[in-house]
């Protein structure tokens, strides 16, 4: 079983930047394609990032395009979500999540696709 913990959140003004960790543990990291989620109050968990085994592969979501950034450090077994030019409805909490897969450069976009997950960070943008 894969424990997942994740660091980094905060409360920062629109603009800001924050970094996200997601420290695994408990298998071999470099077997599993990682991803990032987050929830809103009042709203359903929503896919922000992943990457693949070999970290070639990447996705994110529209609203976070070209502001987050998703990378892996196989070595240290984790994840990171880099966040920059935040806005106040980035604000949620921020899952880490985890999956086998076979193939090197798959990416998994689905929350349902995926195996294990952080207990969360929250992440707070003021205007």
């Known amino acids: 079983q894969v424990q997942l913990v994740e660091s980094g959140g905060g409360s920062v003004q629109a603009g800001g930047s924050l970094t996200l960790s997601c420290a695994a543990s408990g298998g071999t990291f470099s077997d599993l394609a990682m991803g990032w989620f987050r929830q809103a109050p009042g709203a359903e968990r929503e896919f922000v990032a992943t990457?693949?085994?070999?970290?070639?592969?990447?996705y994110y979501a529209d609203s976070v395009k070209g502001r987050f950034t998703i990378s892996r450090d196989n070595a240290k077994n984790t994840v990171y979500l880099q966040m920059d030019s935040l806005k106040p409805e980035d604000t949620g909490v921020y899952y880490c999540a985890s999956t086998v897969t076979v193939w090197m450069t798959i990416i998994r976009t689905r929350s349902g696709e995926y195996d294990n997950w952080g207990q969360g960070t929250q992440v707070t943008v003021s205007p």
């Open positions: 990457i693949s085994r070999n970290g070639r592969g990447r």
